[in-house]
């Protein structure tokens, strides 16, 4: 007999007995579906059979890995229901784009973009193995086998993936016929996978799943899709580029670092990232009203390193540009909100005096002279050290902060005086045609290697506060990503590459028994796939330097 300990309670099963079977009996106790489990401390497939003694968690979709084994297995899903749809000759191959919104931007290859109809029937066809609840079943091949597999597939980006791999084995997953590999893990059966939709979109579709991003939002009711075009387009601008340099996924990126290329890859890219900057700034000092460029972006998007270049590109323009946190205008500390948890919420736009910012814009705008503050974080207070300021002819504020696009924040400054920029690190790359690279992940280790580099923060700090980053960036900074000017990606298609070496040793630090583990672990496989790139050829202007060090700007 087996045993396992939940909540600290001891339960007696037959030895090889499945997780999902004791899920079942759970499930009336949780407001969401079960799909995975922490057995014996670490992420486990409820497919798995329990031995001997162990401590058992049950994931919901309401969790992070919950809810990516419930979207990677819904992609899988629909990977199966296209095999029905279009039956032999024809052959529909399905690519994943990229994420957008609560779902994920999808299209076919070898047939016409799907339309209305089709798509309501690929829909019928899902819901149907859904209600048979199948089993997606995981098994063991050789490597060099599956290589050979995913060549007659077609599978190309898989096969150039799997080039790399230096594992002699990997698991790949059967659903009813349908074969593939994927980065992570997936749920029992088809059964669980209830909540999606379809819905035509551009030149392909979008698989839309529930959202569960923030607390208390139903995880049973598929996401309202709202059509962000903006940013949209940034992605797909940045997908054309990462064909056209010939580097659209990380197999074909250890093909060109393998053979030499990445230099010249490094440089173009620099050389493609500053032109669009110098672009930019032209934009802006063209336009004579604008006073006031206002930028906001999620953690390690690089708002530092671009507000320096931007700023430099302005001043070879004439413009005398001014940078301006919007951090200065914090509340004292004393006077800040409180967050669902009892905790000063230091994200809140509540936390920030509106009053006073738009107080001192307006005077600014009008040519007065205003004393600025200053906010001294040791303290948790404003202070005034002779920091004035008075708008010149030519003088321009860049002000940066995470509610800079909102409008609240500047209501009182007239519109043609504002010229709005969001920022984001939105990869060009994909890992293969059915696994998109998360940029919340790219972004993580960025800030891993940052902050162990600049602030003495270990991995497992920097990935056991990351939760509550991202809960801060989906409720203050997302909402408003469409209400810019423009949209700037700060992605490098080489980025991975370069951090893997500084982001590695970093988190193989993190020990078996914290918290974080098994994110370390997780991150560490996802870092797996690439080869490592010498640092050398990265110029010392390069966004990427904030992050790795190096950096002439900073």
């Not at 336009?287 to 390690?300: L, T, Y």
């Not at 009892?342 to 736009?349: A, L, Q, R, V």
């Not at 936390?351 to 948790?380: A, H, Q, S, T, W």
């Not at 209400?483 to 700060?490: E, G, H």
């Amino acid at each position: 007999m087996a045993k396992v300990i939940i909540n600290g309670n001891e339960e007696t099963y037959e030895d090889g007995t499945h997780l999902v079977d004791i899920a079942k009996k759970h499930q009336p106790d949780f407001k969401d579906d079960i799909v995975l489990a922490k057995y014996k401390g670490s992420l486990t497939e409820l497919n798995k059979g329990i031995t001997g003694v162990g401590t058992l968690e049950f994931l919901t979709t309401a969790e992070k890995d919950g809810r990516r084994a419930y979207r990677r297995s819904v992609a899988f899903m629909l990977q199966r229901a296209l095999m029905e749809a279009y039956p032999l000759p024809k052959h529909a191959y399905l690519r994943v784009e990229h994420s957008l919104g609560q779902g994920d931007f999808c299209t076919l290859d070898g047939v016409e973009p799907p339309s209305e109809e089709e798509l309501q029937e690929l829909k019928r066809i899902m819901l149907n193995l859904v209600e048979k609840d199948i089993p997606l079943k995981k098994y063991s091949i050789k490597t060099t086998q599956a290589k050979e597999m995913f060549k007659s597939f077609n599978m190309k980006e898989k096969e150039q993936l799997l080039k790399y791999r230096t594992s002699s084995n990997i698991n790949v997953y059967d659903l009813d016929g349908c074969i593939d590999y994927f980065y992570g893990y997936m749920v029992p059966t088809t059964g669980l996978l209830k909540y999606f939709d379809l819905i035509k979109f551009e030149n392909g579709f979008m698989l839309m799943y529930p959202d569960g991003s923030l607390p208390g939002i139903n995880t049973r009711e598929v996401a309202t899709f709202k059509k962000p075009m903006k940013l949209f387009r940034v992605q797909q601008e940045a997908s054309l580029f990462g064909s056209t340099m010939g580097v659209p996924t990380v197999g074909a990126l250890n093909e060109a670092i393998a053979n030499g290329r990445i230099r010249d890859i490094v440089l173009s890219q620099e050389a493609i990232m500053e032109g669009n900057i110098g672009d930019l700034a032209i934009t802006i000092a063209d336009n004579k009203d604008i006073k006031f460029v206002m930028m906001a972006g999620p953690s390690s998007s690089g708002k530092t390193t671009f507000s320096h270049k931007l700023s430099a590109h302005l001043r070879a323009l004439g413009c005398v540009p001014h940078p301006l946190p919007l951090d200065d205008f914090y509340l004292d500390r004393d006077q800040m909100p409180i967050d669902e948890y009892g905790e000063k919420d230091f994200e809140s736009i509540e936390g920030l005096d509106i009053p006073y910012f738009n107080d001192c814009m307006v005077k600014l705008l009008n040519g007065e002279r205003v004393l600025l503050p200053n906010f001294n974080f040791k303290v948790g207070k404003r202070e005034y050290n002779d920091h004035y300021m008075q708008l010149g002819k030519h003088d321009i504020l860049v002000i940066e902060g995470i509610h800079g696009l909102n409008d609240r924040m500047s209501s009182s400054l007239p519109a043609e005086s504002k010229y709005k920029i969001y920022l984001s690190a939105l990869t060009q790359l994909s890992i293969d045609e059915h696994n998109p690279l998360s940029t919340a992940d790219g972004r993580l280790i960025r800030r891993i290697v940052r902050d162990a580099r600049t602030r003495a923060t270990t991995a497992s700090e920097t990935i056991a506060m990351w939760d509550s980053v991202r809960r801060g960036e989906e409720k203050n900074i997302f909402p408003f990503q469409e209400q810019a000017d423009y949209i700037f990606n700060t992605a490098l298609i080489y980025e991975m590459a370069a951090l893997k070496l500084y982001v590695d040793p970093l988190l193989y630090a993190i020990e078996p028994d914290e918290p974080t583990y098994g994110e370390a672990k997780r991150l560490i496989k996802l870092l797996d796939y690439f080869l490592p790139m010498a640092p050398e050829v990265i110029p010392n202007n390069s966004l990427v330097r904030e992050f790795i060090g190096g950096s002439c700007i900073l």
